[in-house]
T-cell receptor
Framework: DVKVTQSSRYLVKRTGEKVFLECVQD?????MFWYRQDPGLGLRLIYF???????EKGDIPEGYSVSREKKERFSLILESASTNQTSMYLC???????????FGPGTRLTVT | GENVEQHPSTLSVQEGDSAVIKCTYS??????FPWYKQELGKRPQLIID?????GEKKDQRIAVTLNKTAKHFSLHITETQPEDSAVYFC???????????????FGSGTQLTVLP
């Protein structure tokens, strides 16, 4: 069974704080993704990575950065959290040769 | 990039009735067409997918049909049950070997409510 885990289910941070969201997968998947999910907007891709130390911008990368130092771990960083980054953040992974994406349980981030 | 639209955004049906959700896409090179289901408070999970060399695929009560000419594909759920209540997302994409298309572009989702 593929397992994708995220470091926190709920997180409350203050405006201006630096925030780290961690995602770990245990199936040696090449591709990893970070999405945010907001009502009526579906799943929007922030960043993705197809290999260690490789990253590509998604549709809404502004205000975010990522890090992939090890194959199993993909981190999303909010350099200076703002209230408009309050959202549900979903991590996903996918093996290189397959199409199905496996999602983590999500992190509900609130920025006050 | 891919422009994806889903309709309707919300759908309520009586238990036992059928539900149909449509996904329209813009990239004519798309050749993989999945549907994901996200139950309340849970993560999205793939429920059915189809490739462009097939016009229809069925798995028990769910089916996906594809019209490549018109660039849309649909999710069909028959004999709906309360546990079908969820948000459904489509995510058409190009072939996996295309570097710029490694990512999925998700539709905005359809909230399906099955009324008992």
């Amino acid at each position: 069974d593929v397992k994708v885990t995220q470091s926190s289910r709920y997180l409350v941070k203050r405006t201006g704080e630096k925030v780290f969201l961690e995602c770990v997968q245990d199936m040696d998947h090449e591709n990893m993704f970070w999405y945010r999910q907001d009502p009526g907007l579906g799943l929007r891709l922030i960043y993705f990575s197809y290999d260690v130390k490789m990253k590509e911008k998604g549709d809404i990368p502004e205000g975010y950065s990522v890090s992939r130092e090890k194959k199993e771990r993909f981190s999303l960083i909010l350099e200076s959290a703002s209230t408009n980054q309050t959202s549900m953040y979903l991590c996903a992974s996918r093996p290189g040769a397959k199409a199905e994406q496996y999602f983590g349980p999500g992190t509900r981030l609130t920025v006050t | 990039g891919e422009n994806v639209e889903q309709h309707p955004s919300t759908l309520s049906v009586q238990e036992g009735d059928s539900a149909v959700i449509k996904c329209t896409y813009s990239d004519s090179a798309s050749n993989y067409f999945p549907w994901y289901k996200q139950e309340l408070g849970k993560r999205p999970q793939l429920i059915i997918d189809i490739r462009s060399n097939v016009g229809e695929k069925k798995d028990q009560r769910i089916a996906v049909t594809l019209n490549k000419t018109a660039k849309h594909f649909s999710l069909h759920i028959t004999e709906t049950q309360p546990e079908d209540s969820a948000v459904y997302f489509c995510a058409p994409k190009r072939g996996l070997s295309s570097g710029s298309a490694r990512q999925l572009t998700f539709g905005s989702g359809t909230q399906l409510t099955v009324l008992p």
